[in-house]
């Protein structure tokens, strides 16, 4: 079963700011929410990830709700380079043997 | 930041030759890699854990035979496609981590290997 749920796709209008949703409604106390990215015929890129608290760094915002079961990604100014699929992942948190499973993801398409 | 280096970026191999994927951490010791598969508008699959001194651990239906990881020091894993199809066609891509600590950075990707079979 998916741990994650996800858009299949969004648009995003260059400049203004992209939330992209995730639901994860069974997600354990002990378990992150990882989010990546992958830009066209390249490998994935770490964005952000969190536990309860909401994140920020230079690259995005993650926004968990209080009772965790949703968390949004928040790219504040979107560039057409933003465009890419976006996965949001849970897992407990991440040490150098630990696997990282990824779901379908969302596309965010940013336009002019 | 963590570096991983994929090599080569795209190769095309006649059927039933083998290619090797070579990925390297530059700037870390990672003993443990992964590698997945990436079919067209598909997700990442992941095929193998590749531990440095150790067999690799294989995913659940990924043939160990056809698809041989070496590990061979903490900076370098390989993965050898042999006796190539067209259908193992694919985008492949190696990820590492600095270890205990790669929490706070996440896992570092490779820019990803296009096979092409023909």
């Known amino acids: 079963d998916a741990k994650t749920t996800q858009p299949p796709s969004m648009d995003c209008a260059e400049g203004r700011a992209a939330n992209l949703p995730c639901n994860h409604s069974?997600?354990?106390?002990?378990?992150?929410v990882y989010w990546y990215r992958q830009i066209h015929s390249q490998g994935p890129q770490y964005i952000i990830h969190?536990?309860?608290n909401n994140e920020t760094n230079e690259m995005a915002s993650l926004i968990i709700t209080e009772d965790r079961k949703s968390s949004t990604l928040i790219l504040p100014h979107a560039t057409l380079r933003d465009t890419a699929v976006y996965y949001c992942?849970?897992?407990?948190?991440?040490?150098?043997?630990?696997?990282?499973?990824f779901g379908t993801g969302t596309r965010l398409q940013v336009f002019p | 930041g963590a570096v991983v280096s994929q090599h080569p970026s795209w190769v095309i191999c006649k059927s039933g030759t083998s290619v090797k994927i070579e990925c390297r951490s530059l700037?870390?010791?990672?003993?443990?890699m992964f590698w997945y598969r990436q079919f067209p508008k598909q997700s990442l699959m992941l095929m193998a854990t590749?531990?440095?001194?150790?067999?690799?651990?294989?995913e659940q239906g990924v043939e160990k035979d056809k698809f041989l990881i070496n590990h061979a020091s903490l900076t370098l894993s390989t993965l050898t496609v042999t006796s190539a199809h067209p259908e193992d066609s694919s985008f492949y891509i190696c990820?590492?981590?600095?270890?205990?600590?790669?929490?706070?950075?996440?896992?570092?990707f490779g820019s990803g290997t296009r096979l092409t079979v023909v």
């Open positions: 992942i849970v897992s407990p948190l991440l040490r150098g043997t630990d696997k990282l499973i």
């Open positions: 700037d870390f010791q990672a003993t443990t």
């Open positions: 990820s590492a981590t600095q270890g205990a600590g790669g929490a706070n950075y996440g896992y570092t």
């Open positions: 590749s531990n440095e001194g150790s067999k690799a651990t294989y």
């Open positions: 969190g536990l309860k």
């Open positions: 069974t997600i354990s106390g002990n378990e992150y």
